[in-house]
């Protein structure tokens, strides 16, 4: 009986020892985990709530840009301030303004502080409201609020006794974004409860926002930010739960708001809930098998606290890509803009400390998009990934090649000692388009332009380089594609010179600085005027005579043709019918139109319009159209045309010859007449080609039953061969150059003069 109490008691002192021993080794084992994983658990539990709490700002700030966007799309508020006219405020500052919008307050300050337009709105009740009384304090021309600068713009936060609010103001400029500034725009929104509330509904966050001076400095958290450089601080609330805490500052870089966000702690409930399984199989297999209980406990634990650190190493890695995804071309992997901008600050930062040159080359894929919609989308990255890898294969690890969107690359060059260092790399990436790209099984040639801007000669900042390196690269287009230019301060000047025709052109018309000058048309029979051409002049006051040749593209591209062929083709009928009116000969008035004027569905219903106004008989109106109008869709220009024609005006064909002809389109065409383009006029007495071709378009022309006429003519010999081929009429500088108006009436004066004298001479 002894040995078998023995037995139990050393049994049970046994058990009693490893049970002891076994929950001493979790209690380590637990102790050792939790000293390991705290710590990174709490820095991962920490980002994410720094991650949510600058979202929430991200929120904040985008209201703030939606807010200033909202202070600038009032295309007539330069007007309304300008002359205070009731229909602005009545179409525009109504109450569903301020509702859509969501805007609490909307003011219109002119250029000495008063106010033209104030008014609150209540947004719960639907009802404007005064002003809160203390805004007015801020709206003072020497405060922020009332800066009436052209370039000076504010959007922030402005803490009132109502209430913090959202804060935008804009100087008052013309739609061209001109001036003089007239005063200023300022719109206001409330961050209440409710612009909280939906913010939280919005980020899907626990968000509390306070008032700085609501706040007991001695318990609160945001008073330690303050007095310290923390832009965030952290509380733990419980085991599940953490709270962040930041500031926001005022327009006057003064504290005034407390941002809480309270979220859970999943990593650390992830944690916890491994330890836990951990304890608990540790726990069944020591009371299950004591013997092989630290082999059990080693592995178990092993392979827990493996599970556990794979999950905070897949939440650093998914960070880590986001991090890289946020500088870096999702498609090809390049450095993006952003990066590249980083990139060519330091580069610039290190060329002004070592004095050498940076070469930034704009690269543009030639005809990437005829490429793209013939293969696929598809196999359009596949080309665009494999321009990135020849681009990075071809040159220095120092360089950096930059995929600015689309079929744009942008290169940065560094450490060069010349220029001709940098030539010589730019050649080696033009050669890599000399060898086709193989897609789908077939080769595919592509090819690119290139501009080149220098560091410092073309820019010491980032936009100047990359805007002189872009003015370069459409250099190179112009001059062909598939080749690379450097930039030139002739570029710069050019793209300077256009940019200040263009803003002097939007304001041409209305400053009547358009004119139109007259050229005759002189008849082979008569030799006496049978029509003149309508020839638009630009008179602009610092520059003098603008060639059409440099204002007329500028006015087709921004679409301003429009309106100025309207004008011109308005005054010459007028021009033409005065002259009727006043008892001169009746002629005919030639008009140019543009192939944007024919792609404007509604030309025919303008010219018919402008007969009508002015009293104009269609048949003295000549409408002159070139080849490359009829070369684009040829079958809606037909029908025009014959629309055109149904009027009763007179159809010419302008410079025939000079594009692909087409004795097809001849025939379909409403033509009753043909001008010989002046390049084979002035070949006359030069060219036997020159020569043979006027005498085939003459031939052509009469064989068709058009008349012909030929512009350009300049000398006696050209005058005589035309004479002998029977050319209808002659219109150049030989007779006359285009005139004012008033030069043309001299003229017809004295043919009716002549004329007159004939028929006295006949009775």
Known sequence: MKKQHGFKSLRNRTIVTLTLLFFGLIVLIFIILNT?????????????????????????????????????????????VEDENEEYSTDHLYENTFLNQKLNLMIFIDQWGEYIFAKGMDLSNEVFTSLPEGLKEHLDQNNVLGNTDWDYKLEGLLMLSEGPMLIATQPILSSGGEGPVLGNL???????????NDLASRLDLDIDVENINDINQNESQYFKLINSDLPIKFQQLSRDRIAAYSILEDIYKQPVLGLRIEIPRSTSMIGRNGMKYVLISLIAVGFVFTIILLIFLDKNILSRLLSISKEIEEGEKIQEE?????????????????????????????????????????????????????IGHDQGDELLKEVAQRLTDTLRKADTVCRMGGDEFLIII?????????????????????????????????????????????????????????????????????????????????????MKLTNCLYRAHERN????????????????IIGVEALIRWNHPELGLVSPGKFIPIAEQTGLINPIGEWVLRTACH???????????????????????????????????????????????????TESIVMK?????????????????????????????SLNYLKQLPIDRIK?????????????????????????????????IAEGVETKQQLTFLSQRMCDEVQGFYYHKPMPASEVEALLRRDNTNKLQEVKGLS
């Open 36 to 80: 390991i994983l705290s710590s990174s658990i709490n820095k991962l539990d920490n980002g994410y709530a720094q991650e949510h709490m600058e979202r929430f700002k991200k929120a904040i700030e985008y209201d703030l840009t939606l807010l200033s966007k909202t202070a600038v799309d009032w295309a007539n508020t330069y007007k309304f």
């Open 186 to 196: 300022v719109i206001g929104r409330f961050l209440d409860d409710r612009v909280v």
């Open 322 to 374: 986001m991090r890289y995804l946020a500088y870096h071309d999702y498609l090809t992997g390049l450095p993006n803009r952003l990066l590249l901008t980083d990139r060519l600050k330091q580069a610039i930062h290190i060329s002004k400390r070592t004095e050498r040159i940076i070469g930034v080359i704009f690269l543009d894929l030639d005809a990437f998009k005829i490429v793209n919609d013939s």
């Open 414 to 498: 560094q450490n060069l000692t010349n220029v001709n260092d940098l030539e010589r790399i730019v050649k080696k990436i033009m050669h890599i388009f000399s060898y086709p790209f193989k897609l789908k099984e077939q080769n595919f040639y592509v090819t690119a332009s290139a501009g080149v801007a220098i560091f410092p000669e073309d820019g010491e900042d980032v936009e100047m380089l990359i805007k002189n390196a872009d003015i370069a690269m459409y250099k190179a287009k112009e001059k062909g594609k598939n080749q690379y230019v450097f930039c030139s301060p002739v570029m710069k000047n050019q793209v300077a010179e256009t």
């Open 513 to 528: 600085e358009l004119i139109l000058h007259y050229q005759p048309q002189i008849s082979h029979n008569t030799g006496k």
């Open 575 to 625: 021009q033409n019918k005065a002259w009727q009116d006043a008892g001169f000969p009746h002629i005919r008035m030639g008009v140019n139109l543009s192939v944007y004027q024919f792609q404007d569905s509604n030309i025919v219903t303008q010219v018919e319009s402008v007969l009508k106004e002015t009293g104009l008989s269609p048949k003295y109106l000549e409408l002159e159209i």
């Open 633 to 661: 869709e040829t079958s809606y220009i037909v029908e025009v045309l014959n629309d055109l024609k149904k009027l009763g005006v007179i159809i010419s064909l302008d410079d025939f010859g000079t594009e692909y002809s």
């Open 676 to 708: 010989i383009a002046i390049q084979f006029i002035h070949g006359i007495a030069v060219s036997n080609k020159d020569e043979a071709i006027t005498k085939a378009i003459i031939i052509l022309a009469k064989n068709l039953g058009m008349n012909v």
